[in-house]
């Protein structure tokens, strides 16, 4: 049974800094493309960052230089680091494992992040 989990989230004033973890269970983690997604209220999901399993990121323009995604393939976790924290990065974040080539794709459960003051 595949699991991602989510945790790190919180409330945090604007400027502030969050670290969100990702623990997945049930997949052979370090092959796969690992990614955070947000999903603000009224808005579509949207890709954070990810970070593939050869350690290539790639950031939503929104987040350069605030935001850094790294992994860990013996704890089998995935990181995203929030600096510089604005009200517009208020949303619940997903954590999301996918391989391409094998179809294969899961969602965590996610965690509420707002920035406030």
């Known amino acids: 049974q595949v699991q991602l989990v989510e945790s790190g989230g919180g409330k945090v004033q604007p400027g502030g800094s969050l670290r969100l973890s990702c623990a997945a269970s049930?997949?052979?983690?370090?092959?796969?493309?690992m990614g955070w997604y947000r999903q603000a209220p009224g808005k579509q999901r949207e890709l954070v960052a990810a970070i593939t399993a050869g350690d290539s990121t790639n950031y939503v323009d929104s987040v350069k230089g605030r935001f850094t995604i790294s992994r860990d393939n013996a704890k089998n976790t995935v990181y995203l680091q929030m600096n510089s924290l604005k009200p517009e990065d208020t949303a619940v974040y997903y954590c999301?494992?996918?391989?391409?080539?094998?179809?294969?794709?899961?969602w965590g459960q996610g965690t509420q992040v707002t920035v406030a003051a």
């Open positions: 999301n494992a996918n391989h391409v080539l094998f179809a294969y794709d899961y």
């Open positions: 049930g997949i052979i983690f370090s092959i796969y493309t």
